[in-house]
Nanobody, 129 residues
Framework: QAHLVESGGGLVQAGGSLRLSCTSFERDYNNSAMGWFRQAPGKEREGVSCITWSGIMTYYADSVKGRFTLSRDKAKKTVYLQMNNLKEEDTATYYC??????????????????????WGQGTQVTVSP
């Protein structure tokens, strides 16, 4: 039973944009840290962007700073990842994750997947030359 469902992936040319969405079902993550992670074939999972439960801090990997923006709409129980100026190296499967424990410590200055207990099934992003 999926609690987190991602959407918005697809094929885009380099320089283009996509917006990923992650909507929570069955479980309320409005007071939990949320994050976006990605994994390319043959590579380790990378924390792309994470936000604390309060929203006071948002982390971005150096590789996406200035290009990606994480936002959150608690009324819609949805977290977004706006991705601009996409590069071929952004090609990966993107996963949304939530910290199971509300009011937890995830996302403060880091984006460590080990701190997040619930994961979506992923959405593929492919950036062509």
């Amino acid at each position: 039973q999926a609690h987190l469902v991602e959407s918005g992936g697809g094929l885009v040319q380099a320089g283009g944009s996509l917006r990923l969405s992650c909507t929570s079902f069955e479980r309320d993550y409005n007071n939990s840290a949320m994050g976006w992670f990605r994994q390319a074939p043959g590579k380790e999972r990378e924390g792309v962007s994470c936000i604390t439960w309060s929203g006071i801090m948002t982390y971005y990997a150096d590789s996406v700073k200035g290009r990606f923006t994480l936002s959150r709409d608690k009324a819609k129980k949805t977290v977004y990842l706006q991705m601009n100026n996409l590069k071929e190296e952004d090609t990966a499967t993107y996963y949304c994750a939530a910290e199971r424990r509300p009011y937890g410590g995830a996302g403060y200055g880091t984006c460590d997947g080990g701190a997040f207990g619930d994961w979506g099934q992923g959405t593929q992003v492919t950036v062509s030359p």
